[in-house]
Nanobody, 121 residues
Framework: VQLVESGGGLVQAGGSLRLSCAASGTIFSINAMGWYRQAPGKQRELVAA???????NYADTVKGRFTISRDNAKNTVYLQMNSLKPEDTAVYYCNADWVKTAKWGQGYDYWGQGTQVTVSS
């Protein structure tokens, strides 16, 4: 199973970006998918997550500005980021939680390689 992210880049404060993350390989089901970020010198933190049923969870710092969505048929998760701030600058990582390759058996977590988001002031 591989997670491939796209959509990062450089944007001015107040601008928008849309991140995408597609999971590929032999996949039977994915529990939750989410986005984390890590700024230089800081720990990786949850930005937003969404379950297979559509329930969402956001970090307080992005509520009202970011929207996470998911296409279960495509095993793809999106993050629409609006009103970006310089403090949103970080490497953004996609996560797929409890990925099962068959109906029976254990699930595993997977991470994408990360995509850089830079917001200039």
């Amino acid at each position: 199973v591989q997670l491939v992210e796209s959509g990062g880049g450089l944007v001015q404060a107040g601008g928008s970006l849309r991140l995408s993350c597609a999971a590929s390989g032999t996949i039977f089901s994915i529990n939750a998918m989410g986005w984390y970020r890590q700024a230089p010198g800081k720990q990786r933190e949850l930005v937003a997550a969404i379950t297979s049923g559509g329930s969402t969870n956001y970090a307080d710092t992005v509520k009202g500005r970011f929207t996470i969505s998911r296409d279960n048929a495509k095993n793809t998760v999106y993050l629409q980021m609006n009103s970006l701030k310089p403090e949103d600058t970080a490497v953004y990582y996609c996560n797929a939680d409890w990925v099962k390759t068959a109906k029976w058996g254990q699930g595993y977590d997977y991470w994408g390689q990360g995509t850089q988001v830079t917001v200039s002031s």
